[in-house]
């Protein structure tokens, strides 16, 4: 099994920026693709952004030029960089990989197989 942790969530001001971070473990050389999404209170889960190991990135509509997906190549560690931050990012923010998924895949959460706890974005006006 995988097992993904992410950490660095918090309270922020609109305007600031916040970098979350999603540490694998367990069985994480069977991770191909890690991804991002969010839910916001009374919403559905929402693809937020996507990473393959062979480099094709995703990024939803409403955070490109925001938000930056990379990752730590030393380890499997996923980070997501937000910039410019709303008070409509606001959400927890869940971690998730997959083993096999196309291009065209990414941002769809039922791809996935793996998913963290998710850490809480709050974002104040």
């Known amino acids: 099994q995988v097992v993904l942790v992410e950490s660095g969530g918090g309270l922020v001001q609109a305007g600031d920026s916040l970098t979350i971070s999603c540490d694998a473990s367990?069985?994480?050389?069977?991770?191909?693709?890690m991804g991002w999404f969010r839910q916001a209170p009374g919403k559905g889960r929402e693809f937020v952004a996507a990473?393959?190991?062979?480099?094709?990135?995703s990024y939803t509509d409403s955070v490109k030029g925001r938000v930056t997906i990379s990752r730590d190549h030393a380890k499997v560690t996923v980070y997501l960089q937000m910039n410019s931050l709303k008070t409509e990012d606001t959400a927890v923010y869940y971690c998730a990989a997959s083993n096999v998924l196309p291009v065209s895949s990414m941002p769809n959460s039922s791809t996935y197989h793996w998913w963290g706890q998710g850490t809480q974005v709050t974002v104040s006006s």
């Open positions: 367990g069985r994480d050389y069977m991770i191909s693709t």
């Open positions: 990473l393959k190991w062979s480099g094709e990135t």
